[in-house]
């Protein structure tokens, strides 16, 4: 696959993928060669990136066997602890309890053997986006165990237990709802955000969703949501032009059977793992999926990730990184051992700080992610971490000796073993000859030419060049 | 929108700003509408934005020292009426706040009372949104002035300068975020650069000068911006190196960025947004060392910023705003401090403001809940600033029509 060509005839930022642009059948399985790109490609988007290693094992696995192991890693995960310590929890220093609630969960997207399980759990925080701005440092955690637990699972499940979990209740004001003041915004947002979307329902349903949801109540001491009877409101309900005395579990399970719904979940999975802007018919395909697994996850990610569309040039590199995948990836591919100190406060500068998304919109993604700051803060994280970086032996992709062990002081073959390594070789033949050119040529602000004297800073150099790579900011 | 006493014209609030009468003059009303669109004004003026984040006590900032209801409610934390910087019989500025006052002598600052919006929302993040977005009913991710950006400058417009608009800090406030308009937070002069192993920075200049489009759909869009980034700081460093502070400014991190603010201005960087911050005005306890001691920042930042414009013959161009995501409860609290209430009274300053008092104080007496009601939707601060300032349709870029103040 080292001849691929990108495709350009449609451009996600003017838009629309028409109907009929698709050939073949998008959502059969992927038949052609399982290249070291295509592993690549997988690992970034199935997950956070891995090291040049890990791609060329994934590659040898198959595209069957590989996807398997993403969707039932069987292995066992590092003991991973379900929270945050608690004097980090509940620390009277809310910047303290915010900072590691962060580390806490970033550890994990960093050093789990099960990618795709924290992948999810990141689109799901970004699907219920809800922000310890307002939530306590204790119920975001729980909150994103729960995505874990449940994110790759069934979705009517995954609704239900949102709808009463603790940080939601809070954030969305649920328990403020009952049957003598109800209170629609958690209703309104299940509708618009998380399961229907905007024009798929009236200010009727809305209302009647939320007489329905009433009853669950928040208790500030215990920290838990519970049923009280008392303050349901039982009457009959007309909700999406069904009527009965409809209750929240009656409410979801009439919103998974609607088709916008299907169409609505099999969009948002198209859009953060294939590509924006998918073509209707694709969207239809995967609904149908969702649809008929019985609005199961796993089994639609299946789907998604062994067909021709997700390996097709139509969806490699099409897709700006977010912040915490390019940073999560970044510290995979070095070998980071643990989460750096201060990366909760560079996300932040990057657009993208974990449990603070902007609004319960989530972020924006896609394009919105890069803009002058937020890339200065991608270029600069880079920049530090290639020249502070401890050398690791086991940090193979950054370490000069390693790098020098196997190119010699060959500047050509020394570029080659970095951008192959870090971007499967995705770069024009410039590119290649200006990296070269930093390692062999001398300039006036004192750049020699690099040998055994000074290889260590000249290596880093280009590494930092090769990870700051426009194509770099693309999963 | 009661309580409003009619409004008397500027020309007779200067004339009595110049004779011998107290200051109890110019209550102005919203009714008056300015002149049409684009009728001078001048393209080269300047917005800045200023937020006092945390939720600033309007209270004990504009203070009803003749009210006894005031005392009644801060026993311990109210400001004396023998401090209090008298705007009139009934209000006046609290002493941290000297330096704004000398502003005011000199006509410089609108103060506007009572501004708030239905259904108040107490969360410091919540009511910074929707100050920001200018949106409270529905979350909006774009900010009130990103989409005045966005509709000034549509998808193939550029901007003239990288520094149209800036925020003035390390990330970019909500209310600066727009869909089009990439716009720079700088948090120092000198740390808005491009880091890197020394020996490579010219290499990298090259990649990004040399991009090439076409690999990927968004590949364009990411170079263009890798552009902007890398030469970002040096360009700023070479824009405000021919500009001369002519001005004392104390050294704490807000008057820091108003005289960043200055040189932008100053040195025709193309600047006309700036967002500037200062806080935390969350005052819980022991409210009045931390409060004044910011209002006094803000208010000798905001004396020598002025006073380095007017040296550069600028200030007529530059208008200054306050806000703060709410004002704080009435009633003092166990803690000798305030917690979050609803409607506050903001400034806006600058040499073309039309000085005076903008709305009635709101009253002590008549709450809502034990919090002051506003009278003034904040959208009407904007929608002033956008039409009267900027010569931009407010309805452009807020949800709804709201009337202008004739404060400049």
């Given amino acids: 696959m080292r001849d691929i060509k990108l495709d350009t005839s449609t451009d996600p930022q003017v838009g629309f993928r028409p109907p009929g642009s698709l050939d073949g059948e998008p959502l059969a399985p992927f038949a052609g060669r399982f290249s070291t790109r295509s592993a690549a490609h997988l690992l970034r988007r199935a997950g956070f990136g891995g090291t040049a290693g890990e791609v060329t094992r994934t590659a040898s696995l198959g595209m069957e066997a590989a996807v398997d192991s993403l969707l039932h890693a069987s292995g066992d995960d590092l003991a991973f602890p379900d929270y945050p310590p ?3 929890l509940y620390n009277v220093n809310g910047g303290i309890a915010r900072s590691g609630t962060q580390t806490w969960w970033l550890d994990r997207m960093l050093r789990t053997k099960r990618p795709l399980v924290e ?6 925080h970004g699907h219920f986006a809800t922000s310890i701005d307002k939530v306590p440092a204790a119920l975001m955690a729980e909150q994103i165990d729960l995505f874990r637990a449940q994110g790759m699972g069934n979705f009517r499940t995954l609704l239900a237990s949102v709808s009463v979990d603790p940080a939601m209740s809070v954030w969305l004001d649920n328990h403020y709802n009952t049957k003598a003041h109800p209170n629609e915004n958690y209703a309104r947002e299940v509708m618009e955000l998380f399961a229907l979307g905007l024009g798929n329902y009236t200010e009727d349903d809305v209302k009647n969703a939320a007489r329905a949801f009433t009853g669950w109540t928040y208790n500030n001491k215990t920290q838990q949501v519970t049923f009280n009877p008392k303050l349901h409101d039982d009457g009959v309900k007309t909700f999406l032009g069904r009527t009965g005395a409809f209750g929240l579990q009656d409410v979801i399970a009439i919103i998974v059977s609607q088709p916008v719904h299907q169409r609505f979940i099999a969009r948002a999975l198209l859009e953060y793992f294939v590509y924006s802007d998918p073509e209707p018919e694709l969207i239809e395909g995967v609904a149908r999926t969702y649809a008929l697994g019985g609005y199961d996850i796993a089994k639609t990610m299946g789907t998604i990730l062994r067909s021709n569309v997700f390996y097709s040039t139509r969806a490699y590199r099409a897709i700006p990184k977010s912040p915490i995948e390019f940073t999560i990836g970044l ?3 070095a070998g980071t051992a643990q989460i750096p100190p201060n990366l909760g406060y560079a996300l932040r500068r990057m657009g993208q700080e974990p449990l603070a998304p902007p609004s319960v919109k989530g972020w924006d993604g896609g394009p919105a992610w890069i803009n002058t700051n937020t890339l200065l803060a991608r270029f600069n994280y880079v920049n530090a971490l290639a020249a502070q970086a401890p050398p690791r032996a086991d940090a193979p992709n950054i370490q000069p000796d390693a790098i020098v062990a196997q190119a010699g002081f060959d500047a050509p073959r020394v570029v080659e073993a970095i951008v192959g390594a870090a971007l499967q070789d995705d770069v024009t033949r410039d590119v290649r000859e200006t990296i070269v050119g930093y390692l062999t040529q001398s300039d006036a602000v004192g750049s020699v030419p690099f040998g055994p004297e000074n290889y260590q800073q000249k290596i880093r150099g280009a590494v930092a060049l090769t990870l700051n790579l426009p194509v770099n900011q693309l999963n | 929108m009661t309580n409003r006493r009619s409004f008397l014209s500027s020309s007779l609030g200067i004339a009595v700003l110049g004779g011998t009468m107290p200051l109890a003059f110019m209550r102005a009303a919203a009714a008056q509408s300015l002149p049409a669109l684009g009728t001078s004004i001048d393209p080269r003026n300047v917005l800045v934005v200023i937020q006092m984040s945390g939720g600033n006590d309007g209270l004990n900032t504009v203070v009803p020292y003749s009210d006894d209801a005031y005392h009644r409610v801060r026993p311990v934390i109210g400001v004396a009426p023998n401090t209090v910087l008298k705007l009139d019989d009934r209000i006046g500025l609290n002493p941290a706040l000297a330096s704004l006052m000398e502003l005011y ?13 239905p259904n108040p929302n107490r969360s410091h993040f919540e009511a910074t949104q929707i100050w920001e977005t ?3 009913d529905r979350p909006t991710q774009s900010g009130w002035l990103g989409r005045y950006l966005d509709r000034t400058y549509p998808a193939n417009v550029k901007p003239p300068s990288m520094f149209e608009a800036v925020a003035l800090g390390d990330t970019l406030p909500t209310a600066l975020v727009a869909q089009h308009v990439d716009v720079p937070a700088i948090g120092s002069i000198g740390g808005y650069a491009y880091n890197t192993i020394k020996d490579a920075k010219t290499s990298a200049g090259a990649l990004y000068d040399g991009a090439k489009p076409g690999q990927s759909p968004y590949l364009e869009m990411i170079a263009d911006t890798a552009r902007n980034a890398y030469h970002g700081g040096d360009a700023l460093r070479a824009k405000i190196a021919g500009y001369t502070t002519k001005a004392t400014y104390p050294n704490d991190t807000f008057s820091n960025q108003l005289k960043l603010a200055a040189q932008l201005i100053g040195s025709n960087a193309g600047t006309r947004i700036v967002f500037v911050s200062i806080g935390s005005f969350d005052t819980h306890a022991n409210q009045r060392v931390q409060q004044d001691r910011l209002l006094k920042m803000m208010g000798d930042g905001l004396a020598a910023f002025y006073a380095d414009l007017a040296a550069h013959q600028i200030d007529k161009n530059v208008l200054a705003m306050t806000f703060s995501e709410f004002g704080r409860r009435v009633t003092q609290n166990a803690s000798n401090g305030t917690d979050h209430g609803t409607a506050m009274p903001l400034f806006v300053i600058g040499g073309a403001v039309k000085c005076g008092v903008y709305g009635d104080h709101p009253s002590l ?18 929608a002033t600033v956008l039409k009267n300032w900027l010569g931009h349709d407010p309805a452009d870029v807020l949800a709804g029509s709201y009337q202008t103040l004739p404060l400049v």
């Fill in chain 1, 86 to 88: 608690s004097d980090v």
């Fill in chain 2, 365 to 382: 007496t008549d709450l809502d809940n034990g919090d002051l009601k506003f009278h003034t939707d904040f959208r009407t601060v904007y």
């Fill in chain 2, 134 to 136: 200018a949106s409270p």
């Fill in chain 1, 331 to 333: 510290l995979r591919y």
């Fill in chain 2, 105 to 117: 002598k000199e006509g410089r600052v609108a103060l506007v009372q009572g501004v708030g919006y």
């Fill in chain 1, 119 to 124: 992948k999810m759990t990141l689109f799901w």
